[in-house]
């Protein structure tokens, strides 16, 4: 038996990555659009709380239980910035091109480069469900100066696996879903659903 379960998001990939995995724990995903769901607020400090409210939001709306996920980008010499403001680090409208120019630019004075994309991945019973699943991953790097690759999206060009001698706009899908922040904050939640 499969319960409906409502992601916090209209982004046609997360669905996809997120619906592929949770069906394994027995969840149908569904975009939030499919309800007529806005897209929440995200008003908070930390990705958790943005994370959270999204959740709650959609799951209200709903009367389903919810995944929603926050993630961003966050550099070390810049104390962790552009974090949960990585989509509009620049301004409104979001923009990928201004965003990894003004990163650049803040980062130029700084010899520290190190970087990580952070995910948190929030699952939701019902709305005011008091014990909310939280899973979270990590993804080390650095940035770079000239961007590298054509895949992905927002920073991917930009972020550097020392490891790998790879951007992650040079990595395959199949090998970035294994080895993302957001890989690996869906892998901890099924763990944790299971």
Same mark, same amino acid.
């Given at each position: 038996?499969?319960?409906?379960?409502?992601?916090?998001?209209?982004?046609?990939?997360?669905?996809?990555?997120?619906?592929?995995?949770?069906?394994?724990?027995?969840?149908?995903?569904?975009?939030?659009?499919?309800?007529?769901?806005?897209?929440?607020?995200?008003?908070?400090?930390?990705?958790?709380?943005?994370?959270?409210?999204?959740?709650?939001?959609?799951?209200?709306?709903?009367?389903?239980?919810?995944?929603?996920?926050?993630?961003?980008?966050?550099?070390?010499?810049?104390?962790?910035?552009?974090?949960?403001?990585?989509?509009?680090?620049?301004?409104?409208?979001?923009?990928?091109?201004?965003?990894?120019?003004?990163?650049?630019?803040?980062?130029?004075?700084?010899?520290?480069?190190?970087? !990580? #994309? #952070?995910?948190?991945?929030?699952?939701?019973?019902?709305?005011?469900?008091?014990?909310?699943?939280?899973?979270?991953?990590?993804?080390?790097?650095?940035?770079?100066?000239?961007?590298?690759?054509?895949?992905?999206?927002? !920073?991917?060009?930009?972020?550097?696996?020392?490891?790998?001698?790879?951007?992650?706009?040079?990595?395959?899908?199949?090998?970035?879903?294994?080895?993302?922040?957001?890989?690996?904050?869906?892998?901890?939640?099924?763990?944790?659903?299971?």
């Amino acid at each position: 038996m499969t319960t409906k379960l409502v992601l916090a998001s209209n982004n046609a990939g997360k669905l996809r990555e997120f619906g592929q995995l949770l069906a394994t724990v027995g969840f149908d995903v569904h975009a939030q659009r499919e309800f007529n769901v806005p897209e929440a607020e995200e008003p908070h400090p930390t990705f958790v709380e943005n994370a959270l409210a999204k959740a709650r939001h959609a799951s209200r709306l709903t009367g389903l239980p919810a995944l929603a996920d926050d993630s961003g980008v966050c550099v070390n010499a810049l104390g962790g910035a552009p974090g949960v403001h990585s989509a509009r680090y620049a301004g409104e409208p979001k923009s990928d091109e201004r965003n990894n120019r003004k990163l650049i630019e803040d980062l130029a004075a700084h010899a520290d480069k190190s970087a !990580y #994309y #952070y995910c948190v991945l929030v699952f939701v019973r019902h709305a005011d469900d008091p014990q909310p699943l939280i899973a979270e991953g990590r993804w080390n790097g650095e940035i770079i100066a000239e961007p590298r690759g054509d895949g992905g999206f927002g !920073y991917d060009p930009y972020f550097l696996l020392p490891a790998l001698d790879k951007t992650v706009a040079e990595l395959g899908a199949d090998e970035k879903n294994r080895l993302s922040h957001r890989g690996q904050a869906l892998r901890a939640l099924v763990e944790k659903l299971q």
